[in-house]
């Protein structure tokens, strides 16, 4: 099971430390983790995706709400949250190749950003079951490297 952890933070150093040393400490899992400032400078945004049993997650929920950095906790699953993952891929194309990715990447919703004679650039912004798709379509082709941000989530309107 996964869970998706919305937590508003204090914007000092130290509170990323903090927060990933008490996942470790506990042998919690972290899936993904994308942090980012909010509209106040003195607050950041953590988005945290974890997995694990019921029980654990609910100890990760508690163990949050414990620290001191954290100002407020909203937990949610997947499907009561907008989510979004930006993926960057570069990979290496041939003549016969080509077209076939240009066309993969507009069926995708993907785009190319950078390119030279053997070399290209795409990214992609969507859900991460998208962006996971995006990757298995492309495993078939030469990849050089890939970057992803994590998932960003808030709470869908109606789940306030």
């Known amino acids: 099971m996964k869970r998706i952890f919305s937590v508003l933070v204090e914007n000092r150093s130290g509170v990323l430390s903090k ?46 709400n414990k620290k001191l950095d954290v100002i407020k906790l909203k937990s949610f699953e997947s499907h009561q949250a907008v989510s979004r993952e930006l993926i960057i891929i570069k990979l290496r194309y041939s003549k016969t190749n080509r077209e076939e990715l240009l066309s993969l990447c507009t069926l995708a919703g993907a785009k190319v950003v950078d390119a030279d004679k053997k070399t290209m650039m795409i990214e992609m912004c969507d859900t991460p079951e998208k962006v996971q798709m995006l990757l298995y379509l492309l495993s078939g ?14 709470p869908k309107c109606s789940e306030n």
């Open 19 to 64: 927060v990933s040393g008490l996942f470790a400490r506990r042998s919690f899992n972290i899936d993904s983790l994308a942090v980012g400032e909010t509209n106040d400078p003195e607050v950041s945004c953590m988005t945290i995706v974890s997995s694990g049993s019921e029980q654990i997650l609910e100890q990760v929920e508690k163990q949050l």
């Open 141 to 154: 082709v030469s990849i050089i490297e890939v970057a992803r941000t994590g998932v960003l989530a808030l």
